[in-house]
């Protein structure tokens, strides 16, 4: 009989056999349980059997190599009872060794055997969120079965999502139960999101600079609402002249600048990113020809693009190809900003960074006639690298969106985290580590991304993220009269009366109506308000009627939208008064003009008789 020592690598779940013999001699069965308590440390459970398939070799001992942070409380036993484990550390890797009680000899024998420990870091909590995450197996052609279970308890909260989908999911007693089958895991990890929506708290600066000797203005991007995320604003300095949005949905801020004048606008707020969408486009689809355009970063036309596109055909291709056929370069990060374009990464991709992957499966899609955008903004990573990197830079990232006419939405994807993460895949699923700053789709470079609105060559930091541990934004509505035109009318009549309003929430407004009521007669009494952005404006006409009093009064409006109310007046000018006194006026000015000219007929008369006396007189007889 030979014995013989069992090595098993696990990465997580990482299996390989260093003799390609052992899985000739030995059929291998795994079932693995991960059992998670409210905190997140992770209890494991590996039940293994080892079937003989030769007469002459058993299994004396058995190592698995563990890397995953700090592994304690090891058990494991075998038919016979405890099993005898040592645990030693080698290259920050955890190798546990088993000597087995018994010696199973004779084909078709089965040794099976538990081991059992704690292990942290598999589930972390991060912000609002707890994020379990397994990388994809590897080199595990030898095992004839694995199969993984999850045991996430309730009071974690809710799950999210999981990726990729599992072939089982239910409740069992205080937990939720997830099963993965071998396939799924040697194509993809594991990830494993429980919470609502993620929080990030933001603090971002914008540098601007009028060189001009004469007045202008100019427009900055605010990180803005969109189908997954919310965002609100406790910080606005200096506040804007208007927030406009275009057709991607991007929120625009309007500054006027005087002559030669610098300014630095400061913005703070909280972002809720959540994985699915929440609220229907703010801005219509309306027009997909406009995603379809060739651009100077998106070259369509390109026979190279072309030719992958009639090949690739619908975007899951379309991102596999991105995925497998770039490599990102760390580097590159560090060098100058040159943006290279779809068609340079395809024929450059051992360099390629976030852009670059975003603007080669736009090229491509645009090209196969799938409406593609770009999103610019923040990524949450654990990545070390990146996270050194970001200490003295602003570190932004890409991603890409399609738009599923079927759906009718856009699909956000993001081929360079499936690519960087170990086989996570961003393709059917996406996370909440991702923050929108701004949206590129009519355009491939405008509007800037926050970041970018400093002197050329200031490498400062603009953009400070941070995760949070907020509760749902519920804030109510606030907003204030800027202006209200003619502040004087006249009772009696229709009085057209135009009101301005600012939005000063600090987040945007969806679907409200804004209601005037008055003891005056106004018409109409509301307006509809679909979509309105922090800080911006908007104008209300209506007609009022005010009653007549005979007098001079101030009459209140009073304008509600949601929970917000707030109070303003008018001069009412009696206009019977004022009748009466331009009637009067009318009168008295008559009586004058009639008394004057009584008096001046007077006159005349008298005149005249004078007169006639000096002809007579003169025509006396003389003496």
């Given at each position: 009989?030979?014995?013989?020592?069992?090595?098993?690598?696990?990465?997580?779940?990482?299996?390989?056999?260093?003799?390609?013999?052992?899985?000739?001699?030995?059929?291998?069965?795994?079932?693995?349980?991960?059992?998670?308590?409210?905190?997140?440390?992770?209890?494991?459970?590996?039940?293994?059997?080892?079937?003989?398939?030769?007469?002459?070799?058993?299994?004396?001992?058995?190592?698995?190599?563990?890397?995953?942070?700090?592994?304690?409380?090891?058990?494991?036993?075998?038919?016979?009872?405890?099993?005898?484990?040592?645990?030693?550390?080698?290259?920050?890797?955890?190798?546990?060794?088993?000597?087995?009680?018994?010696?199973?000899?004779?084909?078709?024998?089965?040794?099976?055997?538990?081991?059992?420990?704690?292990?942290?870091?598999?589930?972390?909590?991060?912000?609002?969120?707890?994020?379990?995450?397994?990388?994809?197996?590897?080199?595990?052609?030898?095992?004839?079965?694995?199969?993984?279970?999850?045991?996430?308890?309730?009071?974690?909260?809710?799950?999210?999502?999981?990726?990729?989908?599992?072939?089982?999911?239910?409740?069992?007693?205080?937990?939720?139960?997830?099963?993965?089958?071998?396939?799924?895991?040697?194509?993809?990890?594991?990830?494993?999101?429980?919470?609502?929506?993620?929080?990030?708290?933001?603090?971002?600066?914008?540098?601007?600079?009028?060189?001009?000797?004469?007045?202008?203005?100019?427009?900055?991007?605010?990180?803005?609402?969109?189908?997954?995320?919310?965002?609100?604003?406790?910080?606005?300095?200096?506040?804007?002249?208007?927030?406009?949005?275009?057709?991607?949905?991007?929120?625009?801020?309007?500054?006027?600048?005087?002559?030669?004048?610098?300014?630095?606008?400061?913005?703070?707020?909280?972002?809720?990113?959540?994985?699915?969408?929440?609220?229907?486009?703010?801005?219509?689809?309306?027009?997909?020809?406009?995603?379809?355009?060739?651009?100077?970063?998106?070259?369509?036309?390109?026979?190279?693009?072309?030719?992958?596109?009639?090949?690739?055909?619908?975007?899951?291709?379309?991102?596999?190809?991105?995925?497998?056929?770039?490599?990102?370069?760390?580097?590159?990060?560090?060098?100058?900003?040159?943006?290279?374009?779809?068609?340079?990464?395809?024929?450059?991709?051992?360099?390629?960074?976030?852009?670059?992957?975003?603007?080669?499966?736009?090229?491509?899609?645009?090209?196969?006639?799938?409406?593609?955008?770009?999103?610019?903004?923040?990524?949450?990573?654990?990545?070390?690298?990146?996270?050194?990197?970001?200490?003295?830079?602003?570190?932004?990232?890409?991603?890409?969106?399609?738009?599923d006419s079927e759906k009718n939405e856009w699909i956000m994807v993001d081929p360079t985290w499936e690519n960087t993460s170990g086989g996570l895949d961003y393709f059917n699923k996406f996370?909440?580590?991702?923050?929108?700053?701004?949206?590129?789709?009519?355009?491939?470079?405008?509007?800037?991304?926050?970041?970018?609105?400093?002197?050329?060559?200031?490498?400062?930091?603009?953009?400070?993220i941070s995760l949070g541990e907020d509760e749902f934004i519920n804030h109510p509505e606030y907003f204030a009269i800027s202006e209200i035109k003619p502040r004087k009318i006249f009772s009696f009549i229709n009085n057209k009366v135009e009101v301005?309003?600012?939005?000063?929430?600090?987040?945007?407004?969806?679907?409200?109506?804004?209601?005037?009521?008055?003891?005056?007669?106004?018409?109409?009494?509301?307006?509809?308000?679909?979509?309105?952005?922090?800080?911006?404006?908007?104008?209300?006409?209506?007609?009022?009627?005010?009653?007549?009093?005979?007098?001079?009064?101030?009459?209140?409006?009073?304008?509600?939208?949601?929970?917000?109310?707030?109070?303003?007046?008018?001069?009412?000018?009696?206009?019977?008064?004022?009748?009466?006194?331009?009637?009067?006026?009318?009168?008295?000015?008559?009586?004058?003009?009639?008394?004057?000219?009584?008096?001046?007929?007077?006159?005349?008369?008298?005149?005249?008789?004078?007169?006639?006396?000096?002809?007579?007189?003169?025509?006396?007889?003389?003496?």
């Amino acid at each position: 009989m030979k014995r013989i020592f069992f090595i098993i690598s696990l990465l997580f779940l990482s299996f390989f056999f260093p003799k390609p013999t052992l899985a000739k001699d030995f059929d291998t069965f795994f079932n693995t349980t991960y059992k998670f308590d409210k905190d997140g440390a992770c209890f494991v459970t590996h039940e293994i059997s080892l079937v003989n398939k030769t007469a002459n070799y058993y299994v004396s001992e058995y190592t698995l190599s563990v890397i995953s942070g700090e592994i304690t409380d090891i058990e494991a036993f075998d038919k016979v009872g405890p099993v005898k484990a040592e645990k030693w550390i080698k290259d920050k890797t955890t190798l546990i060794t088993l000597s087995f009680n018994e010696k199973v000899v004779g084909q078709d024998k089965v040794l099976s055997f538990i081991l059992k420990y704690k292990a942290d870091k598999i589930a972390k909590k991060e912000g609002n969120l707890w994020q379990i995450s397994l990388p994809k197996l590897a080199n595990f052609d030898p095992t004839d079965e694995y199969d993984l279970s999850m045991l996430i308890p309730f009071s974690m909260g809710k799950i999210a999502f999981i990726n990729p989908n599992p072939k089982s999911e239910q409740k069992e007693g205080e937990y939720y139960k997830l099963g993965f089958n071998r396939e799924d895991l040697l194509k993809y990890g594991v990830l494993v999101t429980i919470g609502q929506y993620q929080t990030f708290n933001f603090e971002i600066s914008y540098d601007l600079e009028n060189p001009n000797s004469s007045p202008a203005y100019t427009k900055i991007a605010l990180p803005p609402d969109t189908a997954n995320q919310t965002v609100y604003y406790s910080i606005l300095e200096p506040e804007p002249a208007n927030v406009e949005f275009d057709k991607d949905g991007n929120w625009l801020a309007i500054y006027n600048l005087k002559p030669k004048q610098k300014l630095t606008i400061k913005a703070k707020g909280v972002a809720n990113i959540f994985s699915k969408p929440i609220r229907k486009l703010s801005v219509p689809f309306d027009n997909p020809k406009e995603y379809l355009k060739e651009t100077k970063y998106w070259q369509k036309e390109n026979e190279k693009i072309k030719s992958l596109a009639s090949t690739l055909k619908t975007p899951e291709n379309i991102y596999k190809y991105v995925v497998s056929s770039l490599n990102y370069d760390y580097s590159e990060l560090t060098k100058p900003s040159l943006r290279k374009g779809a068609l340079k990464t395809l024929e450059n991709p051992d360099n390629a960074v976030c852009t670059d992957f975003s603007d080669l499966f736009i090229a491509i899609a645009r090209s196969a006639g799938i409406p593609a955008r770009q999103i610019n903004g923040y990524a949450y990573s654990d990545d070390p690298k990146l996270k050194e990197l970001s200490k003295n830079m602003d570190s932004l990232h890409s991603w890409a969106e399609y738009f599923d006419s079927e759906k009718n939405e856009w699909i956000m994807v993001d081929p360079t985290w499936e690519n960087t993460s170990g086989g996570l895949d961003y393709f059917n699923k996406f996370d909440m580590s991702h923050f929108a700053f701004v949206i590129h789709g009519i355009g491939d470079d405008s509007p800037l991304t926050p970041g970018s609105y400093k002197p050329e060559n200031d490498k400062k930091r603009q953009v400070f993220i941070s995760l949070g541990e907020d509760e749902f934004i519920n804030h109510p509505e606030y907003f204030a009269i800027s202006e209200i035109k003619p502040r004087k009318i006249f009772s009696f009549i229709n009085n057209k009366v135009e009101v301005e309003f600012v939005n000063q929430s600090g987040f945007a407004f969806y679907d409200k109506e804004l209601f005037v009521e008055s003891e005056e007669s106004a018409y109409p009494s509301s307006k509809k308000i679909g979509f309105l952005p922090p800080y911006s404006r908007f104008n209300f006409s209506f007609l009022l009627k005010p009653k007549e009093q005979l007098r001079d009064y101030q009459t209140s409006l009073n304008f509600s939208l949601g929970s917000s109310k707030i109070e303003n007046s008018v001069l009412i000018n009696s206009l019977l008064v004022r009748l009466i006194m331009v009637l009067g006026g009318l009168f008295s000015a008559i009586i004058i003009l009639l008394l004057r000219n009584l008096k001046k007929r007077s006159c005349n008369d008298k005149a005249a008789n004078d007169t006639v006396l000096i002809e007579n007189h003169n025509n006396e007889p003389k003496t």
